[in-house]
């Protein structure tokens, strides 16, 4: 199975700060990569998808970048809105796995 | 626009099965593979496994073999997922959620708001 290592499991921002979280495979998996959000008792939602295409109706603040086994999700301008959890996912190959989380705290 | 909607929570006692409904609206679901995704208290998400266009072929990881069932009914644009034999750390919020983007099938896009299964004696 592809290990997903993310760091920071968790971080503190100020409204306006720029925030960046990584993500580690243990293997290649090319560019597919997804980050997903979720805040406290709802479903993860999609922002990034192949590593670095911007979902459908997220804000452009967020971007993606990174191939082969490295990938960051950063966060320009953080918004009151962007707490929660954010994951990435690996959909190179089955079984899909998925990073440990990293929590987000807005100051 | 594309939605999810699964089946309400439950309690089920050990050994017990459950069954978790999921149906989809917004889209064409026959055009689109379906997953499994859970996520115990506190805890991260376990992929469980993925039921192909026809739902004629499954891969579930192996953690669960044996007592994992994914089926989906066209006709009615629902999915299913059955978990048998269950233990109390089958204790987690069971998501279902669709392949895609587009053509991608491991991975997903639009994920169902979560079902409560509570094993307790």
């Known amino acids: 199975d592809i290990q997903m290592t993310q760091s920071p499991s968790s971080l503190s921002a100020s409204i306006g700060d720029r925030v960046t979280i990584t993500c580690r495979a243990s293997?290649?998996?090319?560019?597919?990569l997804n980050w997903y959000q979720q805040r406290p008792g709802k479903a993860p939602t999609l922002l990034i998808y192949?590593?670095?295409s911007l979902h459908s109706g997220v804000p452009s603040r967020f971007s993606g970048s990174g191939s082969g086994t490295d990938f960051t999700l950063t966060i320009r301008n953080v918004q009151p809105e962007d707490f929660g959890t954010y994951f990435c996912?690996?959909?190179?190959?089955?079984?899909?796995?998925f990073g440990q989380g990293t929590m987000l705290e807005i100051k | 626009q594309v939605q999810l909607v699964q089946s309400g929570a439950e309690v089920k006692k050990p050994g017990a099965s459950v069954k978790v409904s999921c149906k989809a609206s917004?889209?064409?679901?026959?055009?689109?593979?379906m997953h499994w995704v859970r996520q115990a208290p506190g805890q991260g998400l376990e992929w469980m496994g993925i039921?192909?266009?026809?739902?004629?072929?499954?891969i579930n990881t192996q953690k669960f073999q044996g007592r994992l069932t994914v089926t989906r009914d066209t006709s009615t644009s629902t999915l299913y997922m059955e978990l048998s034999s269950l233990k109390f750390d089958d204790t987690a919020v069971y998501y279902c959620?669709?392949?895609?983007?587009?053509?991608?099938?491991?991975?997903?896009?639009?994920w169902g708001q979560g079902t409560l299964i509570t094993v307790s004696a």
């Open positions: 996912h690996q959909g190179y190959q089955t079984p899909v796995t």
């Open positions: 293997q290649n998996i090319n560019n597919y």
């Open positions: 192949t590593a670095s």
């Open positions: 917004g889209y064409i679901f026959s055009n689109y593979y």
């Open positions: 039921i192909n266009l026809s739902g004629d072929a499954t």
């Open positions: 959620a669709r392949a895609g983007p587009g053509v991608a099938v491991a991975s997903t896009d639009y």
